[in-house]
T-cell receptor, first 115, second 109 residues
Framework: DAGVIQSPRHEVTEMGQEVTLRCKPI?????LFWYRQTMMRGLELLIY????????DSGMPEDRFSAKMPNASFSTLKIQPSEPRDSAVYFC?????????????FGPGTRLTVL | TQLLEQSPQFLSIQEGENLTVYCNSS?????LQWYRQEPGEGPVLLVT?????EVKKLKRLTFQFGDARKDSSLHITAAQPGDTGLYLC?????????FGQGTELSVKP
């Protein structure tokens, strides 16, 4: 079975440009999470969805960041306009909500560089 | 804000040595997970513990959940170069996970 799929794997853009990251969760999983990982701050939760509905977006750093999940098999994270401090690895993860376990499966990540 | 503190942050040892990584919090978690991440990849789940005092073994790795479900430890026996990577603990709270900062382990041959 395919795991979580993310695209692109690498993105290099210039400051001010719009960036869109894409994620396809594992089929049948009903929760989807977007994380950002940096050396300084580690792995931070940005937003998560249950059954395509955003539940907690308190980790989204600013209004420049937005996320959507139009259906159970696709989600996007958009940054507009991008800034150099947005450079990081962005991970998408999915899980099957099952009581206390919260076991998440991560994609390979998108390495974003904003020049 | 709930925090999970891992220690040590960095660990460099020789092949064959034993090591322990700690994960501590002042908060109670419904479950605690350990992930391992290699460069250029996403974290991969190693184990989930849910019961206070629970001990799980995965080959040379032993995981323990504290009695009060606030802390956990990962012990590796006879470390090998293939164990090199970033080890992350994560506490389950509601529908999400709170991650520790990670322990970067390097095992030299």
């Amino acid at each position: 079975d395919a795991g979580v799929i993310q695209s692109p794997r690498h993105e290099v853009t210039e400051m001010g440009q719009e960036v869109t990251l894409r994620c396809k969760p594992i089929s049948g999983h009903n929760s989807l999470f977007w994380y950002r990982q940096t050396m300084m701050r580690g792995l931070e939760l940005l937003i998560y969805f249950n059954n395509n509905v955003p539940i907690d977006d308190s980790g989204m750093p600013e209004d420049r960041f937005s996320a959507k999940m139009p259906n159970a098999s696709f989600s996007t994270l958009k940054i507009q306009p991008s800034e150099p401090r947005d450079s990081a690895v962005y991970f998408c993860a999915s899980s099957l909500t099952s009581g206390r376990l919260n076991e998440q499966f991560f994609g390979p990540g998108t390495r974003l560089t904003v020049l | 804000t709930q925090l999970l503190e891992q220690s040590p942050q960095f660990l460099s040892i020789q092949e064959g040595e034993n090591l322990t990584v700690y994960c501590n919090s002042s908060s109670v978690f419904s479950s605690l997970q350990w992930y391992r991440q290699e460069p250029g990849e996403g974290p991969v789940l190693l184990v989930t513990v849910v019961t206070g005092g629970e001990v799980k073994k995965l080959k040379r790795l032993t995981f323990q959940f504290g009695d009060a479900r606030k802390d956990s430890s990962l012990h590796i026996t006879a470390a090998q170069p293939g164990d090199t990577g970033l080890y992350l603990c994560a506490g389950g709270q509601g529908g999400k996970l709170i991650f520790g900062q990670g322990t970067e382990l390097s095992v030299k041959p």
